[in-house]
């Protein structure tokens, strides 16, 4: 795609942060949004990557809009899963040779290790150096993040905000100031009657100058995050909402992204399998959708590309 256009805007700086495309593994299409990493204690770190994920079976709100995730690390004293911000997730399942504290049979690659930390706290050390304490979160299952430790002892504090019982992330602070914020709140503009809801993702939040960088998710009334705005340099760039849509289909109870436009213009279109034809799961008559056709359109006189991805 041509770098030249007819808008200029700091929000192209962003673009490659956005990425949707379908798993192969799966045959689902998921989208994700890298926010930029969190520069803390005046570049000492540590450095916590942020990542909202989307993935059609997640059907739950958790505070970032219907199937809409922030990638952080957890443990889930329930379910005994531990998923880690990289993506990872593993069942702990007791001891295991060569693995110090909570062992996990299926992890084969020595990347972190998890072990208790006093009442309801868990520490996660990454091969990296990066520690993360983890807390059980009140009325919950989910022991969270709160304290996140870089190789050389600085550290940042996380707090969350319950929302449908699950907790979502809310602040990030330094030693000395907040780095991140996370706000939720209605919508209610005329011009714009289809957007109900608006979350404000920002970094650095009380810095008055550009590295002040705000993200902002628009939700409809089911919940579904339905345009990404970019970070902005003025008043002005914000009046040509550099925006990325998305838009949803139904299919066998689960919203499935089939359509998006990227600020530059290209268009994603994403084709899946009729009602009960896709994936069945096992022991079930219940079906997941699968992808079967995935079309990219990059405009400005470039050609399409086409992805069969299965069967009718």
């Known amino acids: 795609m041509s770098a030249d256009t007819a808008l200029h805007s700091k929000a192209f700086n962003f673009m490659s942060y956005l990425q949707g495309g379908v798993d ?50 957890q443990y889930d004293t329930a379910s005994r899963i531990v998923s880690v911000h990289s993506g990872e997730s593993f069942a702990v399942t007791g001891p295991v040779d060569g693995q110090p504290g909570m062992g996990m049979s299926e992890k084969k690659v020595d990347s972190f290790h998890l072990e208790t930390f006093g009442a309801d706290s868990f520490r996660l050390a990454h091969r990296s150096g990066l520690v993360e304490i983890l807390e059980l979160q009140r009325g919950t299952t989910l022991a969270m993040p709160t304290k996140v430790y870089s190789e050389k002892g600085h550290g940042i504090t996380l707090a969350y905000t319950l929302v449908g019982g699950k907790p979502r992330l809310a602040s990030i602070r330094d030693q000395s100031r907040e780095i991140f914020s996370l706000e939720r709140e209605s919508f209610n503009v005329p011009e714009r009657p289809e957007v109900k809801e608006v979350i404000r993702l920002v970094l650095n939040p009380n810095a008055s100058d550009s590295s002040r960088v705000e993200y902002q998710l628009e939700l409809d009334q089911n919940q579904l995050v339905t345009s990404v705005r970019l970070p902005t340099a003025n008043d002005a760039e914000k009046k040509v909402y550099p925006y990325w849509r998305l838009h ?16 530059l213009g290209a268009r994603e279109t994403v084709s899946y399998s009729a009602p009960d034809k896709g994936h069945v799961i096992p022991n079930s008559s219940a079906t997941l959708p699968r992808v079967l056709r995935h079309e990219i359109d990059p405009r400005s006189g470039q050609p ?7 069967g009718p």
Do not use: M
Not at 42 to 70: A, H, I, K, M
Not at 304 to 310: D, N, P, Q, V
């Open 24 to 73: 192969p593994r799966t045959g689902q299409y998921t989208f994700s949004i890298n926010l930029r990493e969190t520069q803390a204690n005046d570049l000492q770190g540590p450095s916590l990557p942020l990542t909202l994920f989307f993935n059609p079976l997640n059907v739950n709100d958790s505070g970032y809009g219907r199937g809409w995730n922030l990638q952080l690390s």
């Open 248 to 263: 949803y289909t139904q299919i066998d109870g689960y919203h499935c992204i089939d359509k998006v436009r990227t600020p």
């Open 304 to 310: 399409k590309t086409e992805r069969l991805c299965g």
